[in-house]
């Protein structure tokens, strides 16, 4: 049975990622394709909770496309952990007469979602947008493949100068819990090694295969180490560590840090964000509550969100595999 819905109110949250807008756009312009009105909330969770909602209509989200980050902006909000946060939030929801929320976040921002769909019976879909690609229930989140394409292009660059030197660098990307970013990225960019959470190598390994990459002929060498690695303490010391035990190698480290987040979305990314706002909206036209829009087998699916919270997209090993071969 659908709901009666004619205004549905969007926000995003937690890090930004590239695609957001174009999910932003996708959202307002189905609602109104839908002859439903369209609500922005900006700064996020806070936005809610102090009233920062105006109505957005299909020319406010004009040439957004192409945009990295979030024209709505992204915040912390502590509050919004609270029930008397979460009430204020639904206040101002009421007051607009908004009948349902899309949430387009990582599984921070779900876990919010949830409790407050679930404390206060609002209607509630999210879009998975994080870099990280971290989150059940979906092959691909907004941003992913953006993130992947700015770090190969940078461990290109790095290559040129690791070349030129005779240098061995080690390269940290984004990944504290799950390491798809540096797997995808250092097969991509023909990295001698890749380093994540989900396997630890162990410092002898490293040294191991390091040792060989020289024997064999290499004169310079690429490691890609994900920020949550459990090697070591954290990349620099990883480095120190190599640099003491193959003292034939000249060492350095380069963080690629938040660039990771920015730039325009990738068409991959664009694609998926339309897909993806435009299947959240009609999923909320038809009584869906609760779920996170994801795609499997190139098919727009529904998870629900208490599962993508708990879960997470496990890491492909046949990837390790290939990495393990093509580096000798």
Do not use: W
């Amino acid at each position: 049975m659908e709901r009666k819905i004619q205004k549905i109110a969007v926000l995003t949250s937690g890090g930004d990622s590239p695609g957001m807008n174009a999910a932003l756009r996708a959202v307002v312009r189905s609602a109104i394709y839908n002859s439903c009105e369209c609500l922005a909330v900006y700064q996020g969770y806070q936005g809610l909770i102090d009233n920062d909602i105006r109505p957005i209509n299909a020319r406010g989200v004009n040439n957004i496309i192409n945009k990295g980050g979030t024209i709505l902006k992204s915040a912390r909000c502590l509050e919004f952990r609270t029930k008397e946060g979460r009430q204020k939030a639904f206040d101002n929801l009421q007051k607009h007469q908004v009948d349902a929320l899309v949430v387009i976040g990582g599984d921070g921002s779900f876990t919010g979602a949830l409790i407050f769909s679930q404390e206060f019976n609002f209607p509630v879909i999210g879009i998975p947008g994080t870099i990280d690609n971290d989150i059940h229930g979906t092959r691909f989140t907004l941003g992913y493949d953006t993130a992947l394409n700015t770090v190969v292009d940078a461990i290109d660059k790095i290559r040129d100068t690791a070349s030129s030197h005779n240098r061995l660098f080690f390269v940290e990307v984004m990944g504290r819990d799950a390491g798809h970013i540096a797997l995808n990225a250092g097969i991509g960019a023909g990295a001698e090694e890749v380093l994540i959470p989900e396997e630890d190598m162990g410092l002898n390994r490293l040294l191991d295969s390091l040792n060989r990459s020289k024997k064999s002929g290499k004169s310079s060498s690429i490691v890609v180490i994900a920020e949550g690695d459990k090697t070591g303490e954290n990349v620099f010391e990883i480095a120190a560590y190599v640099e003491k035990n193959l003292p034939h190698y000249e060492v350095r480290v380069s963080v690629l840090g938040h660039m990771q987040r920015g730039g325009a979305p990738s068409c991959f990314d664009r694609v998926l964000a339309s897909r993806m706002g435009v299947h959240a909206v009609e999923s909320l036209l038809k009584g869906h509550d609760q779920m996170m829009v994801g795609i499997v087998d190139d098919r727009m699916v529904l998870h629900p969100l208490e599962d993508a919270i708990k879960g997470k997209t496990p890491i492909n090993k046949n990837l390790i595999r290939v990495s393990d071969i093509l580096s000798i």
